[in-house]
């Protein structure tokens, strides 16, 4: 279809150029017409189903009509016969199937003979075959049937000012969208997206009231089963825009207003549990009482609204804990499943939910006889789940849970035996089925995958690596990038096993032997989003020089597509519905797109692997300049895995690491909680025990936020900080750092030390590696790591590679944007950084040019200009880490403040040093451990070379002269590279040390990329 919209849009552009292909592609349809002919003389089906071949029936004829029309070559009057045939055709299989006899009779009575005539009476058949569309799907058993009346549609598309056009673009819709549910291609929803849309737009569809409405719970319902598919939630606000604006025009008794009620309570329901919003819930819960009171008994969609009442009074119970409401949740839900006739679709969601809710009050009651009813709801449920079901896997699951729950309440070991032995061996088989599934949304799918992985260390010898490769492999769907990067932020979080999902399937892989495949799937199931926005902003240059066209085609859709990123929400302001009918540029459509011309250009010779994962030949030149050390850390083993320059495609595997890590985690579970909420931890020299202290001293450190002086002291109860911080960085040396030297035969401490670079996953980035070290027992030379080498971090192997990349021989010329704010809107005085800035200007004197923003001058604007014109940048300033990670930020003029959102948007390709001289830079989040979503790391995807950060809250005093020092050292070359800005701020910290001061002084400043 791709080549023919292609075929289609050159013959716009050079109208007269078809006739040699033209002649040629007539000839084909008389062939057609003569193979269709002699078909007909064979057909041995009397029931009429012998349309499906004829020639008017064919993609490729219905396609070249209409792209022959708009062409202009006509195809010698073959158009005009066709639509007759078309129409003919249409009639008769109506009269065939028996559909609507009294308006076949009609229909045969118009006249045909004008264009505007045959399109009415056209648009009337498709009109009627749009509201048959199901059955007439099921009854021609083939998806390439429902694309024929798709195309056919297409083809009778009038001119703009058609009268009919809105409902032509409205059936055009319905038929996309009933397409999509049956083939669940995402192009197919958009079709439909779009048509609804259209119609809504059309000036004629605002002639009728009730003609609109239906425009605008159509494109509500569409957008909302995008929503669905993909969790945009910018969809899912504008389908609550138009559901709502039908809803409140629709009077009571018109027939479909409790159906376009429920739509809206349910769409509602889905808003709160994407956002937390109650007043979501709470108007969700009166739209869907407004439902059921106002459908009559008997009505075939009564259960169906109660099952959506009781899921909504089900959702408050679980938000406010009040028992009422879960009584009246279980109410509606018996209600529900008893009205729903046997067999029917419904039943098994039904019943699913009613046993969730009864064994929610048997945990608030303790009631056996909800526990038992409960589990046979479930039971109910899974048997009347059709085997390869989406949800299979899920109601198989909790059923599992729930009987193990009886087991332990009753003690029945038959539970147990059915739960462990049966149940979960199905569970295993129905998410690998449900992974694999293509009908899935990528959220079930991602799922599903992620459960099927667990389940294999669980219940077979060694896990499946297929089960990994599977879950990752759906990651890219999962996090869509059509999506705002909160919303993708949003999905990764809402799967509790993709958060720990690379770190597990690279377990996997050592344990298989495959150090390689670890590293592959590390790099590409960590900082997801990151890895992203590198490829849409990798360049083309040997694409550009020999398929310069396609090279085009695909930087101008990544270079829409980085704008769905970077929005700063989904959530769409959408007053009224028809201002929400300006839809946005359609990202999701602008998607697709570039996966086509990705497809495109990896049949290419030479370009096969283009924007493929990386595999450890590629990911190998990470370790250009030296040691690359991956510490990965799994509730099923702790490994480090080393790139060494001279190593190409071999991987290192720290064997003492390993086992001492191991034997640290005992049986305390999941690491991943560590950051989260507080867990026992056994007694004894523990890395979970240092993760956890360290949590709680950052808390303490972090009391106050903003770059001052704080009060030392002790904790009540505890240590002081640096005995804590002792004590910390001697186990990190002990277990962590010791065995890394060891591996890599990095002896000898020297004054001269080389340079390493730290990838560390999980809670792992959270911790000082590069400050790990003997300082109580030993300070000797040679007891701490900065004796032995000199350590950056890295989010990800392609972070490095893309440092490393050769920048263009004509640069500007050098220059420093040195950036003050000692007094942000809110925020404590912080005069050091004028100091700091002063410093910066002494050193740089003869040097360096300096251009200085400060006070009311440090404007967003005035900065971004000057982070485009400077190639290094220094920020002395306020800087906060946000709940919602992009929105973490540098505190700028006034008020206003440089996001981390902001700052990804500026492709950078001449910038070289970054340093953000403020709190709590490269901190990071403890929901998304592996995504890196700090300010430094958004530097580095800006295109910064080499940043210098902190881990948490610096002093106001010890900026200065940091910055002081690692200037000092930049300059002492001509021209300064940035390159050495990792050794300078080694002294500087040095420096520091020297002085005495205590660790909350230096371990905060950290250096990160090349």
Not at 481 to 498: C, E, F, G, Y
Not at 670 to 687: F, H
Not at 904 to 926: H, M, R, V, Y
Request: charged share 20%; glycine share 6%.
């Amino acid at each position: 279809m791709s080549e023919l919209q292609t075929l289609h849009v050159e013959s716009l552009e050079y109208p007269h150029e078809d006739l040699p292909d033209g002649m040629k592609m007539f000839a084909q349809l008389i062939i057609e017409d003569y193979i269709w002919l002699q078909t007909l003389a064979v057909d041995s089906q009397s029931d009429g189903r012998s349309w499906k071949l004829r020639p008017e029936c064919s993609i490729f004829r219905i396609t070249l009509l209409r792209q022959s029309e708009m062409g202009g070559t006509r195809l010698l009057g073959y158009t005009e016969i066709q639509r007759d045939r078309i129409l003919e055709l249409e009639t008769s299989k109506i009269v065939i199937h028996g559909y609507n006899p009294d308006f076949v009779c009609q229909l045969r009575t118009v006249n045909t003979d004008g264009p505007a005539q045959r399109l009415t009476a056209t648009f009337a058949t498709s009109w009627s075959l749009s509201h048959n569309i199901p059955p007439i799907y099921d009854m021609l058993d083939s998806k390439n049937s429902l694309q024929i009346w798709l195309m056919h549609e297409r083809v009778l598309l009038a001119g703009q000012d058609s009268e009919v056009r809105a409902q032509l673009m409205s059936v055009l819709g319905n038929i996309s969208l009933e397409k999509y549910k049956a083939s669940n291609f995402i192009q197919d929803l958009s079709q439909a997206i779009c048509a609804h849309a259209d119609a809504v737009r059309d000036k004629f569809s605002h002639n009728g009231e009730n003609t609109l409405l239906e425009h605008f719970q159509r494109l509500g319902t569409s957008l909302l089963h995008r929503y669905v598919q993909l969790g945009d939630l910018g969809d899912l606000n504008q389908a609550i825009t138009h559901l709502e604006a039908s809803v409140e025009l629709l009077p009571d008794d018109h027939p479909d207003k409790p159906s376009w009620l429920h739509n809206l309570g349910v769409s509602l329901r889905s808003r709160f549990d994407h956002v937390g919003d109650f007043a979501d819930l709470n108007k969700a819960f009166t739209h869907s009482t407004a439902a059921v009171d106002l459908t009559p008994e008997g009505h075939p969609n009564k259960p169906t609204y109660l099952n959506g009442l009781g899921s909504t009074v089900g959702y408050r119970f679980e938000c406010s804990g009040d028992i009422d409401d879960l009584n009246r949740a279980i109410t509606y839900l018996e209600a529900a499943v008893e009205l729903t006739p046997n067999g029917h679709l419904d039943t098994p969601i039904q019943l699913k939910n009613l046993g969730i809710f009864l064994l929610n009050r048997f945990a608030q009651v303790g009631d056996l006889v909800d526990l038992n009813q409960g589990i046979t709801h479930l039971e109910a449920a899974v048997h009347h789940t059709p085997a390869g079901h989406r949800d299979k896997p899920s109601r198989l699951g909790i059923l599992g849970s729930a009987l193990v729950q009886r087991f332990k309440r009753l003690g029945d070991l038959d539970d147990l035996n059915r739960s462990i032995t049966s149940y979960c061996q199905k569970l295993l088989h129905s998410y690998s089925l449900a992974a694999c599934s293509p009908s899935g949304t990528a959220l079930a799918r991602s799922h599903a995958a992620g459960i099927w992985a667990k389940f294999t260390h669980s219940f077979q010898p060694s896990p499946e690596l297929k089960a990994y490769a599977t879950a990752i492999d759906l990651l890219p769907e999962l996090a869509w990038p059509a999506l705002s990067i909160s919303d993708r932020h949003h999905h990764l979080l809402k799967i509790l096993t993709v958060r720990t999902l690379a770190r597990d399937a690279a377990a996997a892989a050592i344990a298989a032997g495959n150090l390689q495949k670890a590293v592959e799937w590390l790099e590409q199931g960590r900082t997801i989003i990151w890895g992203q926005f590198l490829g849409l902003r990798t360049p083309v240059d040997d694409l550009n020089q020999s398929h310069p066209r396609l090279a085009e085609q695909f930087i101008t859709l990544s270079r829409t597509l980085e704008m769905a990123g970077t929005r700063k929400s989904s959530i769409i302001d959408s007053p009224t519905p028809h201002q929400a009918t300006v839809m946005p540029k359609d990202f999701h459509e602008i998607a697709l797109q570039r996966n086509h011309v990705l497809d495109q250009i990896r049949k290419l010779p030479g370009f096969e692997q283009f924007l493929l994962p990386k595999s450890i030949s590629q990911l190998s030149h990470a370790a250009k300049s030296g040691p690359v050390v991956i510490l990965n850390i799994s509730e099923y083993r702790c490994d480090g895995l080393i790139l060494l320059p001279d190593l190409k495609e071999e991987v290192i595997h720290a064997e003492e690491l390993a086992g001492l890590l191991k034997s640290t985690l005992g049986t305390t579970g999941r690491i991943e909680r560590l950051l989260e909420e507080t867990v026992d931890v056994p007694p004894g020299n523990s890395i979970l025990s240092d993760v956890k202290e360290f949590n709680e001293l950052l808390k303490f450190i972090q009391g106050t936020t903003g770059r001052v002086d704080r009060l030392q002291g002790c904790r009540e109860g505890n240590l002081t900080p640096d005995q804590s911080f002792s004590h910390i960085l001697s186990e990190l040396w002990i277990k962590i750092v010791q065995p890394i030297l060891k591996a890599i035969a990095i002896n000898s401490p020297t004054h001269d030390p080389g340079h390493i670079w730290w990838c560390p996953t999980g809670p792992l980035a959270f911790l000082p590696i590069h400050a790990a070290g003997l300082y109580d027992e030993d300070k000797s030379f040679g007891s701490k790591l900065s004796d032995f080498v000199i350590s950056s971090y890295t989010p990800s192997l392609s972070a490095l590679i893309e440092g490393h990349r050769q920048r263009l021989e004509s640069q500007p010329e050098l220059q420093l944007l040195a950036l003050s704010q000692p007094s942000a809107t809110g925020q404590s005085h912080i005069p050091g950084t004028q100091e700091e800035v002063k410093y910066i200007q002494e050193q740089a004197i003869g040097k360096l040019d300096v251009l200085c923003l400060d006070e009311q001058s440090a404007t967003p604007d005035n900065v971004r200009k000057a982070m485009r014109d400077c190639r290094w940048v220094h920020f002395a300033c306020h800087g906060v880490q946000h709940p919602t990670p992009t929105e973490s930020a540098l505190l700028l003029a006034g008020s206003s403040r440089l996001t981390l959102s902001d700052i990804i948007q500026l492709e950078l390709p001449n910038a070289d040093l970054a340093f953000l001289s403020a709190c709590e830079t490269a901190t990071g989040s403890s929901k998304l451990q592996d995504e890196a979503v700090h300010l430094t790391a958004g530097m580095l995807l800006a295109g910064y070379r080499s940043v210098i950060g902190t881990m948490w809250t610096i002093q106001d005093n010890d900026a200065p002269q940091v910055a002081r020092d690692v200037y000092a050292h930049l300059l002492q070359t001509s021209p300064p590279d940035p390159r050495q800005s990792a050794k300078a701020l080694h002294i500087a910290v040095q420096n520091l040390q020297k002085q005495g001061k205590s660790f909350l002084h230096w371990v905060p400043f950290v250096h990160f990329g090349v």
